[in-house]
Every structure is written in C-alpha cells, then in structure tokens.
C-alpha cells in the first residue's frame, strides 16, 4: 500500500513538474515574440503590411526547423508553414494556426513592447504607476491566480493577441516532436500575417494549407471557441441625376435628397447599435458626395441566419425602388456581380449587394464527430467551454469556407489592443491542453470515418434547420413598419 501511494504520488509530482516546465515554455515564448516589433500597417496594398512582420517569421520558422519539423518554409508575403509528421497514418491532418501582426489600433506607433511577468496571488495588479488591472472588471482575472501574468510595462500594447496563441501553437509543435509516444496524425503549423488588418486568409489557400480540420488559437476569454459567426453581405446605394444645374433657376432634385429619401426608410429599431447577442442588423454606415450629381450611401447587412439576410436584401431592394419610383428613375440593381436594369439613362438609382462571408455554422455542423472531439478535449483538461457566436468575420470563417472546417479557440490573453492587455499563463496552458487533447483525441479516428459522418449528416439534412420568427425581428419596430408590405418576402 505504502509502495502504491509513493508511485502514485510520483506519477502525480511528475505530472506537476512537466505541466509547470509547459507553463514556464509558454511564458517564455510569450516574452521572446512579444518583445519582437510586429505591427501591421493600414492602407498598405501589400502583404505583409509592414516589413517588421518577416522578422518574427524567420524566428518562428528557425524554431521549427530547430525542433525538427519539416516543410518548413516562409512564403513571399511572410506566411510560415511546416509539417509535424504524424505516427498515425490514417488519422485527419490537423492545422494549428495564430498570427503574427499586432494590432494597428494599439498605442505603439513604433515602440517595441516591453513584456513584464508579474506573480499573480489575486486582488488588483499594478501595471504601471498610471494603470491597474482591477479584479472586478477583469471577469477571467480570478481565474490566473496562482500563475503568471503577463503584461506590457503600460506604455503600450503587449500583442498578447495572438503572440499567447502562437507560443502555445509552438509549445505543441515542441511537445509533439519531443514526444513520439503521443498518437497524432499529421499537423500542419501555420502562422499568418495582417490578421488585424483582415488580410490574413487572401493568400491562403485549400492546397496551401492542406488539413482536413483546423484550430485557430486567437480567440480573447477564457474557455471561448467561436462557433459561429455573422453572415455578411456589403451594399451602396448611388444616386445618379442629371446636372444638378443652377441652384437659383434647376428644378433638379439633388442627389442628396433621393439618397436622404433612401436612408430615411431604415428602421432604427435594426441599427447596427441596436443589435447584440444573436440580432441581425441592417444599417447604413457612410455617405459620400462622389460630384455635383453623384451620391453614394455605403451600408452593411449582418445575421446569424440566411433567411433573415434573404428578409433584409429583400427589404433594402423594395426601398431602393420604392425610392426609384418616388423620383422617377429607373433602379439597377447588381446582386454579387449579376447586372439587372436600365444602367445607360443619365438619372438612375443603383443598388449593389455583395455577399461578404458566411456563417461557418452552415458547414462546421456537417461535422458532428469534430465537435464532439472538440467538447471532450475541454472536458478532458478540466476547462468549461464556452461556445459564442462571433459578431464579425474570422480567418476561421474564411478557411471554414474554403473546405476546411476550422474553429477559432481562447488563447489565454484579454483586453486585447490595449495598453492593459494581460495572458494569464495558467490559461495559456489550459489551451495547450484543450488543443493537445483535441489532436490525441482526432489520432482515434480516421479521416474517412470524419469524413464519411459528414456526409451521412448532409444527405441526412437536405433543408436547412433555420426558423425564423419574424415577427420576433420586427418587434421593436414602429407603427409605420408594421403595416409595411411584406407579402412578397418569403
Ligand atoms: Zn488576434
């Protein structure tokens, strides 16, 4: 008995030692990539938007080299790639990605981070003379007690977003290398550039990336994967006249007045800053004065579910000809390209809709088993997942839709693109954990039996599973709307 408890109490010292030599890699890499200058630039045509970002890829491609990864390689716009060779053979390759810029919004303008690790025992944490992290308005503060967190010296941002995500990206890429025993299937380590200017998938491609399942590791909060998001459709609305002619003597109606006329048909109740959690919105954001005679008003439709963008497209085309009608102009309409109208009058209105991305929910829940792999690799490390729609697009999304089905995990970092952004170590290891489990648990299956479940599931679910209540979308609607014809809209 005594023997038993020595060994188990071994097994358990052991465990601990090599969680904490993780924790510890985790935080040093942390401090090593964001003490490396990576902001990315707006209004650079170019990938990468800055030069600096090449900087950090040729250190995270030496490392991988280094602990003996192959295929390494750093493209021409600074993506990294590389290859772990799996001991599994038939199991699905896995992509693990984080990004290397940092934030154009965050006040850095040149300076270099300089990364602090603090001992956290609970309570306030200084930061600086000017700034303190306060425990009651840092939700997942308590949550690091007992670990390290990191911070910036308050001068500026840290880049903890996604530097967190790329040490433990890296950290698995190690553990896995180090450790041929752990069952895996191939992993494909990419890291990208311009995330935060929202160009980091437009050089990426299905071929390039080569996985059948992904995990972005670039997600704020602790125990957040993003399991759907938005689906997304841009529009402008430009007003054409005749010359507006001489104010004192034209009868013309200028443009601004027919745009005015459009803009003023947009229900407040579906703003954009009356949408949250699960809403939709339908929104004008920006109007611009392109000459004497040309308007243009820009705007966004954003929903969680395709018939209610279907609902929202067909609301904003009925205003555009309603709009038409009122000023006798022939409408255009151009709906992802397709031309439809009389576009050569010299007076028109044009209405063009373009879908932007889609909800990654419309593909991921082809993929049932991956899911539940995901569910069990948090239950296995012991962290409450906390599945969350995203309100905007992702990388996650983009490679989603490019065949991939790929979720977007925490990283252990919070108040991102800010001068009090701080990663909790201990979180860093839960989502080292949550993802080492993750791939452990995917070497179990193999690639056909995840792809064949996704296809019995879709020949399973030949109509989509989406129920609209519109009278729910419409609730906060004025009078005036509520007698709006909507008979047509199916
Ligand atoms: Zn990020």
Not at 421 to 444: F, G, H, P, R, T
Request: proline share 3%; net charge negative; with cysteine.
């Amino acid at each position: 008995m005594k023997k038993l408890f020595t060994f188990l109490t071994l097994i358990c010292l052991t465990a601990f030692v090599s969680a904490q030599s993780i924790e510890d890699k985790l935080v040093n890499r942390l401090v090593e990539y964001a003490s490396i200058y990576t902001q990315s630039e707006y209004d650079v045509d170019e990938v990468p938007s800055s030069k600096c970002q090449f900087g950090l890829a040729v250190v995270l491609a030496d490392e991988l080299e280094m602990l003996g990864a192959q295929d390494v390689k750093i493209d021409e716009h600074a993506y990294v790639y590389a290859t772990i060779k799996g001991n599994m053979p038939n199991a699905p390759t896995l992509f693990l990605s984080a990004h290397l810029d940092t934030s154009p919004d965050g006040d850095l303008k040149g300076k270099t981070p300089i990364p602090v690790v603090h001992r956290y025992k609970g309570g306030n944490l200084q930061i600086s003379e000017k700034l303190t992290l306060l425990e009651d308005r840092n939700e997942f503060l308590p949550a690091a007690v007992g670990g390290k967190v990191i911070t910036s010296d308050g001068t500026t941002l840290l880049g903890g977003d996604d530097k967190a995500g790329m040490s433990v990206v890296m950290t698995i890429a190690e553990t896995l290398l180090k450790s041929p025993n752990i069952p895996h299937g191939d992993v494909r380590i990419i890291f990208t550039p311009d995330e935060e200017i929202g160009n980091s998938t437009k050089y990426l491609t299905k071929e390039k990336i080569a996985a059948d399942f992904g995990l972005v590791v670039d997600s704020h909060g602790f125990g957040r994967i993003v399991v759907e998001n938005f689906n997304a459709t841009d529009f402008t609305f430009t007003v054409k006249t005749a010359s507006a002619g001489h104010p004192g003597y034209s009868s013309n109606v200028p443009p601004l007045n027919i745009a005015t006329n459009f803009i003023s048909q947009f229900p407040e109740a579906l703003a954009s800053y009356n949408s949250s959690g699960k809403d939709g919105y339908l929104s004008y954001y920006k109007t611009k004065a392109v000459s004497s005679n040309e308007y243009v008003v820009y705007g966004r439709i954003r929903s969680f579910e395709l018939n209610e963008m279907k609902l929202y497209k067909k609301m904003l085309l009925s205003w555009a000809q309603e709009t038409a009608k009122q000023y006798d102009l022939d409408c255009v309409t151009i709906i992802n390209g397709e031309r439809n109208g009389n576009s050569d009058s010299i007076a028109n209105v044009t209405l063009n809709m373009k879908d932007s991305y889609f909800n990654s929910k419309e593909v991921l829940k082809n993929y049932p088993t991956n899911y539940k792999l995901i569910e069990q690799a948090y239950k296995m490390a012991g962290v409450k997942m906390r599945a969350e729609s995203g309100r905007g697009g992702s990388d996650a999304c983009d490679i989603t839709y490019m065949g991939i089905p790929t979720y977007n995990m925490f990283a252990g970092s919070h108040n991102e693109h800010s001068n009090d952004e701080w990663v909790s170590s201990k979180q860093m290891l839960a989502s080292y954990n949550v993802a080492l489990n993750y791939i452990k648990l995917m070497a179990e299956h193999s690639r056909e039996e995840m792809l064949n479940d996704s296809l019995d599931k879709r020949n399973k679910k030949v109509s989509r599973d989406i129920n609209i209540d519109i009278d729910k979308i419409f609730k906060n609607i004025n009078d005036q709307y509520n007698t709006y014809p909507f008979s047509n809209i199916k």
